[in-house]
């Protein structure tokens, strides 16, 4: 099946830094990622839609400015949290389909983030 | 009332037992049904994926949905003690991409 990759699994930082995510398809072309934020014992909510070679397409709510995505190819999407605070610990998710329309989503492992 | 209900257990079940696990959702515009499996501190997997009435079958895994009653259920066949994860429902509109509605997720614990 689909594999989307994510990384790092893991990283902590300290307040007013930013982290960078990176979200690769591993065996498929995926013009369009997803990117969603978990907290614990709560469900997956969808942050932003990341379009390769276009501008992000964020959800209500959710601060552009806060949460960078880049789509720079086919394969790879970035979500760069900058300034971050210790509210934007959390577990985010990244996902893609592996063809167009309705296609199920795959989702990577995820990378836990702590802000110290 | 939220888009799909999905209660958060947790469920406690012996090896070998027959588990099901349900969600309700409340607008009959969604139209693919997904079931993931989400193990501790991992990106949820795919297990299910359908979008028509009635039952789709994969091993021990069985998808039902219900559109007329906007219900949807997974069953678990001979439940194992690696089936130990969160379940999450999951809805979407047509050609709604990834924009996925997830049920808050069933804890699963199959005893040995």
């Known amino acids: 099946g689909a594999v989307v990759s994510q990384h790092p699994s893991r990283v902590i930082c300290k307040s007013g830094t930013s982290v960078k995510i990176e979200c690769r398809s591993l065996?498929?072309?995926?013009?369009?990622m997803f990117w969603y934020r978990q907290f614990p014992k709560q469900s997956l909510m969808l942050m932003a839609t990341?379009?390769?070679?276009?501008?992000?397409?964020?959800e209500q709510g959710v601060e552009k400015d806060k949460f960078l995505i880049n789509h720079a190819s086919l394969t790879l999407s970035t979500l760069t949290v900058t300034s971050a605070h210790p509210e934007d610990s959390s577990f985010y998710i990244c996902s893609a389909t592996e063809g167009q329309g309705n296609s199920p989503l795959h989702f990577g492992n995820g990378t836990r983030l702590t802000v110290t | 009332q939220k888009e799909v209900e999905q209660d958060p257990g947790p469920l406690s079940v012996p090896e070998g037992a027959i588990v099901s696990l349900n969600c309700t959702y409340s607008n009959s515009a969604f139209q693919y049904f997904m079931w993931y499996r989400q193990y501790s501190r991992k990106g949820p997997e795919l297990l299910m994926y359908?979008?028509?009435?009635g039952n789709k079958e994969d091993g021990r895994f069985t998808a039902q949905v219900d559109k007329s009653s906007k219900y949807i259920s997974l069953f678990i066949r001979d439940s194992q003690p690696s089936d130990s994860a969160t379940y999450l429902c999951?809805?979407?509109?047509?050609?709604?991409?990834?924009?996925?509605?997830f049920g808050q997720g069933t804890e699963l614990s199959v005893k040995p």
């Open positions: 065996d498929f072309q995926a013009t369009t």
């Open positions: 999951a809805i979407r509109r047509y050609n709604q991409g990834g924009k996925l509605i």
């Open positions: 990341s379009n390769e070679g276009s501008k992000a397409t964020y």
């Open positions: 359908t979008y028509s009435s």
